[in-house]
């Protein structure tokens, strides 16, 4: 019993960094695209 539930733990909290990592990519990627922006916008 406690080897299904310490197994289930370490699903969960793997799915959960995952999902964090995920999230801090996408959140990396929209910034870079912004800084792109803002340097075009400065260089017109």
Request: glycine letters at 10%; aromatic letters at 6%.
């Amino acid at each position: 019993m406690w080897v299904l539930l310490k197994d289930f733990l370490l699903v969960s909290m793997g799915m959960g960094i995952g999902v964090v990592l995920m999230c801090i990519l996408n959140v990396g990627k929209e910034a870079d695209y912004k800084m792109k922006q803002l340097e075009e916008s400065e260089d017109n």
